[in-house]
Each structure stands twice: as C-alpha cells, then as structure tokens.
C-alpha cells in the first residue's frame, strides 16, 4: 500500500543509497537531496517543491506532477513525457536540464526561468505561452513544436525553424532574431 506524506521537509537526504518510500506526496519540500539514479516511477508528488536537489537520470514513469517547483536543481537527463500526463504541472527556476526531453507535453504556460536547456528536447511539445526567461537552448530540439504567444526575449542560443514550428505571437528579441533564420544560411550583423 501506498503511503500518504504531507507537508514534510526532507532534508539533506542521499535517496540514490535509501529509496524514498513510495508514495503520495502533498506540499512536502525535498532539501539539498539527492536522487542520482533513482526510480520514482508511480511516486505522486501534488504541490511540492524541490531546492537544490540533485535529480539527474532519475526515472519517472508514470509519475505525477502536480504544481511542482523546481530551484537551483539538476535534472539531467530526465524524460518527463514518461510522467503521467493528467494534471502535468511544474516550473523551473535556476535548473540545469540538459538533455532532459519533454517530448509531445502539454506544457502551455510553464515558467522555466534562468535554465540551462542544451539538448533538450521539446519535439511536439505545446508550449503555448511558455515563459523562457534568461534561457540557454544551445542545440536543442524544436519540431512542430507549438510555441505560439511564448515569450524568449531573454533567452539565447536558440534555433527555431518557423516553417516546421508554429510560432505565431511568440516574442523574441532583436538579439534573436538569428535563431529564427539559422536555416538560410544567412549572416545577419
């Protein structure tokens, strides 16, 4: 049976050596943790967050997010279209998630704020309204990926076909434009 957490701080635990039970858990905060290679495929965690924790490889197999936070963590690797897609929902502050994949999410207004994305993948992703803010999406993966209404004008590195994404009211910066056309071959000074 299934336990039932709430409104737990987890502190400065290695649960790549101790699995962390599995379970529901509702509003509980995952401090300075590390998951290294842990599998928390069927876990439900509703209204977490997680600070400075270490999530790389970790597996999330059928695993639900709901309302869940992210800070200063680093999620390498991830595959999260593998998450349970019902109720999906999570944002990004200071998170290193490369090579991390979000392939065919509904991700429509996720926040991802000062992250590192080289890598990743958000094929077939919506990400309509998204928020990049001070992004770096060095080589990452954008096909027919729905970024309409999203706002990049502080991210970087990007390369975004327009004819094989739908991008329409997204904003860029003048300073993105390049990402846009990488295509054409074209220099642009």
């Known amino acids: 049976m299934k336990k039932y957490i709430e409104d737990q701080t987890f502190e400065r635990l290695d ?5 962390l039970p599995k379970g529901d858990y509702e509003n509980c905060s995952f401090e300075n943790c590390s998951f290294l290679d842990s599998d928390l495929s069927g876990f439900n965690f509703s209204e977490c967050q ?10 999330l197999n059928k695993t639900s997010l709901h309302e869940v936070k992210f800070k200063d963590c680093k999620l390498l690797g991830l595959r999260f279209e593998n998450c349970n897609p019902m109720l999906l929902s999570f944002s990004f502050d200071n998170c290193i998630l490369n090579l991390a994949s979000f392939y065919q999410l509904n991700l429509k207004k996720t926040n991802f704020l000062n992250c590192s994305l080289e890598e990743t993948d958000f094929t077939e992703c919506d990400l309509t309204g998204a928020i ?20 990049l004008r502080t991210s970087y590195n990007y390369s975004i076909d327009p004819e094989l994404n739908r991008i329409k009211k997204a904003k860029f910066s003048t300073a993105g434009i390049a990402g846009l056309l990488h295509r054409y071959d074209i220099e642009i000074e």
């Open 132 to 151: 990049f803010d001070r992004c770096d999406f060095s080589r990452a993966i954008f096909m027919n990926t729905i970024l309409e209404k999203a706002d």
């Open 15 to 19: 649960f790549s050596k101790n699995p």
């Open 50 to 59: 997680f600070n400075n924790c270490n999530l790389t490889m970790t597996l």
